[in-house]
């Protein structure tokens, strides 16, 4: 018979033994260490271990308990995680199934805001480039607040203290805890739809970072960077800084500085107009007195006096000038009429019909047609065509003599 000693276990009955006995002495525990081969999951859920100088532990962190992590675990990470310990009994390792996980050291909402911050910075969701100007004179300025919170008061006091022209209009919306930022986003996406808003300010009175972290949530900031409308976040106080005010077209450090930005002070407007008015009144003055001067100047001058002296010396002068044109006229047509007289006696004297008239008379050989310049030209019983003044003769050459024959 078998004692106690000689009690054969299978794996899986050890196995079993060591899960139960871990698991009744270690239901819910705290455990402290650094964060190393984080992976995320496409599934869902999360694998990485815990270890400190000398041990390691396996971690999971299903979907379900996942979705709640305010910020991204990552390699390096001093953590605190709470949950329970299990035995996976294929594997036959133990591990902890993570239910919370705190950073230590650095609260857990600062890395998110820095991690968060740093996505979007990539993005270029907070550049300078993107954001729009303020309008100078909104008439219609829509509201994402608390409409029982004290920004709403505070808006509201500067709004009837600044410019009871301009109009408010209220979405209220939860600004802290759960579905906070769902809120806001609908607030903003309403004020979109609409044609008569202006301008949109979105923001919360002073609070912890926990009570202000509905505006660092991704959804929201997203959602402000998008807005057609300009938007001006006023969340907190003077020392507050969310991601939707550096997402925003506008930050103010308070509710009440972002009333006193958008409302325009309806005195000191009229006042501006009074000046102005005033200002072109004097220019406008000046204006006509400096053509009453110079008017006056213009009046003084002799034309004005008498202008129909100014008239009769033009007029003379205009008769002076047609006088001077006509003599002018005729010298040049004479002129021109003796020139042409010379050419025309030149062209007379060189005409062949002038030679002619002379006595002379021009020979062509009426066979080949070409004229003859020359003696040499011609030959005897050559019929010869001569060309007078008043007209032809046909002669045949019966005897030549040249100059040299005497």
């Known amino acids: 018979m078998q004692n106690n000693e000689d009690k054969i276990y299978t794996v899986t009955a050890i196995t079993r033994l060591i899960k139960y006995t871990l698991e009744e002495s270690f239901p819910s525990v705290w455990v402290e260490g650094e964060i190393s081969n984080y992976l995320h999951h496409s599934s869902g859920h999360r694998y990485f271990s815990m270890k400190d100088e000398n041990s390691a532990i396996k971690c999971t962190i299903w979907r379900s308990a996942g979705q709640y992590l305010k910020f991204k675990p990552e390699d390096g990470m001093k953590v ?236 003379q002068y205009l008769d002076h000038l047609k006088k001077e044109f006509s003599t002018a006229g005729r010298i040049i047509l004479e002129k021109e009429k003796n020139a042409l007289s010379f050419l025309m006696s030149r062209l007379e004297s060189l005409s062949p019909l002038a030679v002619l008239s002379r006595g002379f008379a021009v020979l062509k050989n009426i066979v080949s047609g070409t004229m003859i310049k020359s003696v040499k030209d011609m030959g005897q019983e050559d019929r010869v065509e001569a060309t007078l003044k008043d007209g032809t003769a046909v002669a045949v050459i019966k005897e030549i003599r040249t100059s040299e024959d005497g």
């Open 80 to 315: 605190r995680a709470f949950g329970d310990i299990t035995v996976y009994e294929k594997g036959g390792n133990y591990q902890l199934n993570v239910k919370k996980l705190q950073t230590v050291g650095v609260g857990e909402l600062e890395v998110a805001f820095r991690q968060l911050y740093e996505k979007l910075s990539k993005e270029g969701l907070f550049d300078e480039s993107l954001k729009v100007p303020i309008p100078a004179y909104p008439m219609k300025v829509g509201l994402v607040t608390s409409p029982t919170g004290a920004a709403i008061r505070d808006i509201i006091n500067i709004a009837g203290r600044r410019n009871d022209s301009v109009r408010l209009v209220l979405f209220p919306a939860r600004v802290q805890g759960e579905g906070a930022e769902t809120s806001l986003i609908a607030g903003i996406e309403y004020f979109n739809r609409r044609d008569d808003i202006d301008v949109i300010i979105i923001g919360r009175g002073g609070g912890s970072l926990e009570d202000l972290w509905a505006f660092n949530e991704e959804s929201l900031v997203r959602a402000v960077a998008a807005s057609d409308k300009p938007i001006v976040s006023a969340v907190g106080h003077e020392i507050d800084t969310t991601l939707s005010d550096l997402a925003a077209d506008l930050r103010a450090p308070t509710p009440s500085a972002a009333a006193e930005i958008v409302i325009w002070d309806k005195s000191e407007f009229l006042e501006y107009i009074n000046n102005s008015v005033v200002r072109a009144g004097r220019s406008l003055s000046g204006v006509a007195e400096s053509g009453r001067k110079r008017l006056e100047n213009l009046t003084d001058r002799p034309v004005y006096r008498r202008p129909e002296a100014l008239v009769r010396e033009r007029e």
